[in-house]
T-cell receptor, first 113, second 114 residues
Framework: SQTIHQWPATLVQPVGSPLSLECTVEGTSNPNLYWYRQAAGRGLQLLFYSVGIGQISSEVPQNLSASRPQDRQFILSSKKLLLSDSGFYLC????????????FGEGSRLTVL | GNSVTQMEGPVTLSEEAFLTINCTYTATGYPSLFWYVQYPGEGLQLLLKATKADDKGSNKGFEATYRKETTSFHLEKGSVQVSDSAVYFCALSDGRTSYDKVIFGPGTSLSVIP
């Protein structure tokens, strides 16, 4: 069966420090991969999606970047964090058939102080 | 563009009460509709879905019917339990892109008290 893991689960970082959140998927090949952000009391905002290795699309301009160095690995990064980057970050995958069914990781809570 | 609107929470119910969470959507064409649930401290998981008009999705006692005439997909459960306490997201996907461009509503927080 397919599983998705992301880490770290919790992160507290000072303003201006770098960020790296990692997500891996097991049990499937060529997944579409996604990074969402969920700000406190708000819905989900799609940040990045990837349909293949090295292929990254950004939905909103921001201080963050994403990379996909391997088929089932998706990384969210920042060189210098801002206070507004605080939130709950969710990685997700889908099978690529545009079914609308997303499978989410456990989430990473980032607090920028 | 496509969008999803759902009732704002928080919603607080007593155990065994009837639940309705309203959801309406705006979309071109014939989107697929979904309800996702997020339990405290976790990621989202798919609760149920419907892919065409008049379809009824159901799972774990929850139901929702795809109503094209009213562009709605309301979530219902006849008797809620404390374990149903979570945030519920209505969502749609129009299937027109090569990836799953899922549009989520803002979420409705549900608390069920014993």
């Amino acid at each position: 069966s397919q599983t998705i893991h992301q880490w770290p689960a919790t992160l507290v970082q000072p303003v201006g420090s770098p960020l790296s959140l990692e997500c891996t998927v097991e049990g499937t090949s060529n997944p579409n991969l996604y990074w969402y952000r969920q700000a406190a009391g708000r819905g989900l905002q799609l940040l990045f999606y990837s349909v293949g290795i090295g292929q990254i699309s950004s939905e909103v301009p921001q201080n963050l970047s994403a990379s996909r160095p391997q088929d089932r690995q998706f990384i969210l990064s920042s060189k210098k964090l801002l206070l507004s980057d605080s939130g709950f970050y969710l990685c997700a995958w889908s099978a690529g058939a545009a079914t609308g069914e997303l499978f989410f990781g456990e989430g990473s809570r980032l607090t920028v102080l | 563009g496509n969008s999803v609107t759902q009732m704002e929470g928080p919603v607080t119910l007593s155990e065994e009460a009837f639940l309705t969470i309203n959801c309406t959507y705006t979309a071109t064409g014939y989107p697929s509709l979904f309800w996702y649930v997020q339990y405290p401290g976790e990621g989202l998981q798919l609760l149920l879905k419907a892919t065409k008009a008049d379809d009824k999705g159901s799972n774990k006692g929850f139901e929702a019917t795809y109503r094209k005439e009213t562009t709605s997909f309301h979530l219902e459960k006849g008797s809620v339990q404390v374990s149903d306490s979570a945030v519920y997201f209505c969502a749609l996907s129009d299937g027109r892109t090569s990836y799953d461009k899922v549009i989520f509503g803002p979420g409705t927080s549900l608390s069920v008290i014993p």
